[in-house]
C-alpha cells in the first residue's frame, strides 16, 4: 500500500481557465507563462493542454524551452529573464527561442553570437519593480544597440508590474512605460494576471497569464471561482487515524491547539514535507469528503490533523482536500501569510502527481 496522498492536476480546467483569461483580454496576443513547472501542474503536461489555445509560452530556463520543443510544442516560446550565458544566447538561437533582453551584458553576450540564425529578442524596461530591465531613459541607446547587432532581432518590448493586483495599481508604472513603448514602434507586452482582469489600457499585444491560468485569484479579495476560473490543483491525503479528545487534551507539537470541548479529530498522510506549509494556523480551510472543516494543531513533517467533530461519518480512509476545488488555495495561503502561488510551487517531489486530461 502506498502512502495515501496525491496531487490531481485537472489539464481542462486550464484549457477552461485559458479561455476565461481570453474573453477577459483585449491583448491581442496571449503567452501562457509556465515557469516553475507551471506553478508545480507540469510544465510538459501544461503545455500540451495549450498547444492549441496559447500564441507562445512563457518561462525561465532554457532546458525547459527545449523540453518544449522537444515535445513538439511550435509556438514562440520566450525565456523572462533571458539568456544566463553567452552559450545560452547560442542555444536560444538554435532552438529558435525567444527571450528578454535587461541588461548590456546580455547584449555583450549576443555579440559573441555567430550570426547565422539571430535571436529574437524582448527589450525588457525597469518601470519601477526595479528587479531587471533598462531605465525608461537608457532604453532608446540599448535598443539602438540591440538594432545594431546581426545576431538580435528585436520584436517586443516589456515590462512587469509590481502592484497590478492591489490598490496601488499601474499607472505610474504605465505612464514610464507607455511612452517609451510608443516610440519604440515594437510589439507591447506588460500585462500579467492581475492586469489582465483590471487593467485593459495595458494589454497592448502579448498578454503574460500565469497564476489565472492555474484557476487562483490574483487578486487579495476574490478566490478562482469568483472570477470565473476553476482551480486545476488538487493536493488531497486520506486519514490514516481518528481520535477523541477531552477538555484539555493537545494536539501536536507544541500543544498549539487544546481542545475546550469533546472533540473527533483525524489524523491525515500530509505534512510540511509534503508542501503543506507548516506555519498554517488553526482553521485553515480542508474539505473532508467534500465537507468543509478545519486544521488543527501544528503541521508535523508528515502528518497534520482536521477537525472531525461536525462529521461522524468521516473517518480512517476518507480523503481530505488540502486544498482543490472545495478547499481554495487562496484561503489555505492566507492562513499561513502568504499566497497562492507559493503553496502551487512548494509542493514535494515526494507526492505522486496525477494529470487528468
Ligand atoms: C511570473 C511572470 C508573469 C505571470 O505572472 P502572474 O501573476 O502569475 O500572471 C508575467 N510576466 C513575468 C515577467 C513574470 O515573471
Given at each position: ?41 507540469g ?37 523572462l ?79 512587469h508590474?509590481?502592484?497590478a ?44 497569464p ?7 485569484s ?41 481542545a ?77 501569510g ?8 512548494a ?11
Amino acid at each position: 500500500m502506498t502512502r495515501p496522498i496525491r496531487l490531481e492536476i485537472d489539464l481542462p480546467s486550464i484549457r477552461h481557465n485559458f479561455k476565461t483569461t481570453r474573453s477577459r483580454s483585449q491583448a491581442r496576443h496571449l503567452f501562457a507563462v509556465v515557469k516553475a513547472d507551471a506553478y508545480g501542474h507540469g510544465v510538459l503536461d501544461t503545455a500540451k493542454a495549450l498547444a492549441d489555445l496559447a500564441d507562445g509560452f512563457a518561462l525561465l530556463n532554457i532546458e525547459d524551452a527545449v523540453r518544449l520543443r522537444e515535445a513538439g510544442i511550435t509556438q514562440p516560446i520566450a525565456l523572462l529573464e533571458g539568456p544566463f550565458d553567452a552559450a545560452e544566447a547560442e542555444a536560444m538561437a538554435a532552438y529558435r527561442i525567444a527571450g528578454a533582453i535587461h541588461s548590456q551584458q546580455q547584449i555583450a553576450w549576443l555579440a559573441k553570437g555567430s550570426a547565422k540564425q539571430p535571436v529574437e529578442t524582448w527589450l525588457k524596461l525597469n518601470s519601477g519593480m526595479n528587479r531587471l530591465g533598462f531605465r525608461p531613459e537608457e532604453a532608446p541607446e540599448a535598443l539602438a544597440r540591440l538594432q545594431s547587432l546581426p545576431q538580435a532581432k528585436t520584436t517586443t518590448i516589456m515590462t512587469h508590474f509590481a502592484t497590478a493586483d492591489d490598490d496601488y495599481g499601474v499607472a505610474e508604472q504605465w505612464s514610464r512605460f507607455a511612452p517609451v513603448a510608443a516610440a519604440s514602434g515594437l510589439a507591447v507586452s506588460a500585462a500579467n494576471s492581475a492586469a489582465l482582469f483590471r487593467h485593459p489600457q495595458t494589454h497592448g499585444d502579448v498578454g503574460r497569464p500565469g497564476i489565472v491560468l492555474y484557476g487562483a485569484s490574483p487578486f487579495e479579495d476574490s478566490v478562482g471561482a469568483d472570477i470565473g476560473l476553476k482551480p486545476a490543483m488538487a493536493l488531497s491525503a486520506d486519514i490514516i487515524a481518528v481520535q477523541r479528545l477531552q477538555p484539555g487534551d493537545a494536539v501536536g507539537y507544541g500543544r498549539r491547539f487544546v481542545a475546550d470541548q469533546p472533540m473527533r479529530i483525524g489524523i491525515v498522510a500530509c505534512g510540511y514535507a509534503d508542501g503543506y506549509p507548516r506555519i498554517a494556523g488553526n482553521g485553515a480551510p480542508v474539505a473532508v469528503d467534500g465537507q468543509a472543516s478545519g486544521l488543527v494543531g501544528r503541521v508535523s513533517m508528515d502528518m497534520l490533523a482536521v477537525d472531525l467533530s461536525h462529521l461522524p461519518q468521516a473517518g480512517v480512509g476518507s480523503r481530505v482536500e488540502l486544498w482543490g476545488p472545495n478547499a481554495p488555495i487562496e484561503r489555505v495561503a492566507a492562513a499561513s501569510g502568504t499566497i497562492s502561488y507559493e503553496l502551487m510551487c512548494a509542493v514535494a517531489p515526494r507526492v505522486p502527481r496525477i494529470a487528468h486530461g
